[in-house]
């Protein structure tokens, strides 16, 4: 079988896939108060699409797909998608990353899927005002539902609080006193400039440095052993149940190890999350390549991907980095 592998050397076994644009909330860091411009609903990829493209991609080695937007759980059926992803024997893992305010309902049906394995939950604060501020939606009282539910459930749990100087870094200790009781990994994410404007203004840069030494300021922490292609750097504290992790997501020290590619709830096929998009897999397969085509273009796509981020960043040709992480599929 041919495989997805760069110029670097680097095999891509892992796709993220945001399965759709809309969002129920208005993270401060994601986007801007009036939301953004959504694209009409014909031009998202259709679930028979995404089933398709992934199909294709897990007969060139890929096995694990993220599924995330955009709020996954806002799109009309999702659990239905995951049921029919299951179908794809080539997959491994189906993993999910949501904001949790829609999906109590839903997890005894996820848990019974077998190859949904893990689920991240972004959850910005532990306090309900200052959530509310972050997202722009009350709803803290229905994610931490979801949390707990999640923590119970049989799904492996993380937890993404992304560092926002000036808003929750005065909680970094509290999420970490998380972990003593509950199976859950912290792990926070450094803020990037996604967020439909690009560059906040920051008082501080809370990077992975500056997140570790706020919480050895309470915690003695050993490292522990992380996948080679893992995004973030674990760490255990003794006697508790749970792990943290950062992620350093604008640093970029992973890049090296990247195992990952995209694609975007409107079919752009992204080599990486810092790239102006590569290609438009919806209007390719919509002017009927067939499979074989699509195998013969994700190959030839991959090779060009870039060595890291910054390169990434720098060959940009729509200008700086400013887009909706929406849109791209955090
Ligand atoms: N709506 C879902 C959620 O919030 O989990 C899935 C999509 S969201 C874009 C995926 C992840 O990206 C979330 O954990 C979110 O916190 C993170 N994210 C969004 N904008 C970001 C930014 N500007 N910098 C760092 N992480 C960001
Ligand atoms: Fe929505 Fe997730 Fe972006 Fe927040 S981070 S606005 S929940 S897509």
Redesign the pocket.
């Not at 897990?58 to 998608?81: A, H, I, M, Q, S």
């Not at 024997?89 to 949904?116: F, M, P, Q, Y």
């Not at 796509?301 to 887009?323: H, Q, T, Y």
């Given at each position: 079988m041919s495989k997805l592998v760069d110029n670097f050397g680097r095999q891509m076994d892992y796709v993220r896939l945001a399965v759709t644009d809309r969002?129920n909330?208005r993270?401060q860091?994601?986007m801007p108060a009036h939301g953004i411009n959504i694209v009409p609903r014909q031009e998202l990829l259709t679930f028979k699409e995404m089933y398709r493209l992934i199909r294709v991609l897990t007969e060139l080695g890929v096995n694990k797909v993220r599924l995330?937007?955009?709020?996954?759980f806002v799109r009309r059926d999702f659990v239905g998608f995951l049921e029919m992803l299951s179908y794809n024997d080539l997959l491994d893992a189906i993993n999910i990353?949501?904001?949790g305010a829609l999906i109590s309902h839903h997890i005894d049906k996820i848990e019974k899927l077998e190859k949904v394995k893990n689920i991240?939950l972004?959850i910005?604060s532990l306090q309900r005002d200052k959530f509310a501020k972050i997202t722009r939606r009350d709803v803290f009282p229905e994610v931490y539902k979801t949390f707990e539910l999640l923590e119970q459930s049989s799904l492996n749990l993380k937890l993404?609080v992304?560092v926002q100087s000036g808003f929750n870094t005065d909680e970094i200790v509290d999420f970490v006193k998380l972990t003593r009781d509950k199976n859950v990994a912290v792990r926070f994410?450094?803020?990037?400039?996604?967020?439909g404007k690009g560059q906040r203004d920051m008082k501080e840069n809370w990077t992975f440095n500056k997140i570790l030494n706020e919480v050895k300021t309470v915690f003695s922490v050993d490292e522990i052993q992380s996948e080679k292609s893992s995004t973030s750097r674990n760490y255990k504290i003794d006697n508790h149940l749970g792990t943290f992790g950062i992620i350093p997501?604008f640093t970029r020290t992973f890049c090296n190890d990247c195992n990952r590619i995209r694609i975007t709830s409107t079919g752009t096929f992204k080599n990486c999350l810092f790239d102006d998009g590569v290609f438009n897999l919806r209007d390719f397969i919509r002017k009927g390549a067939s499979n074989n085509d699509l195998k013969e273009l994700f190959l030839y796509l991959v090779k060009d991907k870039p060595e890291n981020g910054f390169i990434a960043e720098a060959n940009r040709k729509k200008g700086n980095v400013s887009e909706s992480?929406?849109t791209i599929?955090?």
């Amino acid at each position: 079988m041919s495989k997805l592998v760069d110029n670097f050397g680097r095999q891509m076994d892992y796709v993220r896939l945001a399965v759709t644009d809309r969002c129920n909330l208005r993270c401060q860091y994601c986007m801007p108060a009036h939301g953004i411009n959504i694209v009409p609903r014909q031009e998202l990829l259709t679930f028979k699409e995404m089933y398709r493209l992934i199909r294709v991609l897990t007969e060139l080695g890929v096995n694990k797909v993220r599924l995330t937007g955009g709020e996954p759980f806002v799109r009309r059926d999702f659990v239905g998608f995951l049921e029919m992803l299951s179908y794809n024997d080539l997959l491994d893992a189906i993993n999910i990353t949501t904001n949790g305010a829609l999906i109590s309902h839903h997890i005894d049906k996820i848990e019974k899927l077998e190859k949904v394995k893990n689920i991240n939950l972004s959850i910005d604060s532990l306090q309900r005002d200052k959530f509310a501020k972050i997202t722009r939606r009350d709803v803290f009282p229905e994610v931490y539902k979801t949390f707990e539910l999640l923590e119970q459930s049989s799904l492996n749990l993380k937890l993404n609080v992304v560092v926002q100087s000036g808003f929750n870094t005065d909680e970094i200790v509290d999420f970490v006193k998380l972990t003593r009781d509950k199976n859950v990994a912290v792990r926070f994410i450094e803020e990037m400039p996604f967020n439909g404007k690009g560059q906040r203004d920051m008082k501080e840069n809370w990077t992975f440095n500056k997140i570790l030494n706020e919480v050895k300021t309470v915690f003695s922490v050993d490292e522990i052993q992380s996948e080679k292609s893992s995004t973030s750097r674990n760490y255990k504290i003794d006697n508790h149940l749970g792990t943290f992790g950062i992620i350093p997501a604008f640093t970029r020290t992973f890049c090296n190890d990247c195992n990952r590619i995209r694609i975007t709830s409107t079919g752009t096929f992204k080599n990486c999350l810092f790239d102006d998009g590569v290609f438009n897999l919806r209007d390719f397969i919509r002017k009927g390549a067939s499979n074989n085509d699509l195998k013969e273009l994700f190959l030839y796509l991959v090779k060009d991907k870039p060595e890291n981020g910054f390169i990434a960043e720098a060959n940009r040709k729509k200008g700086n980095v400013s887009e909706s992480m929406s849109t791209i599929g955090g």
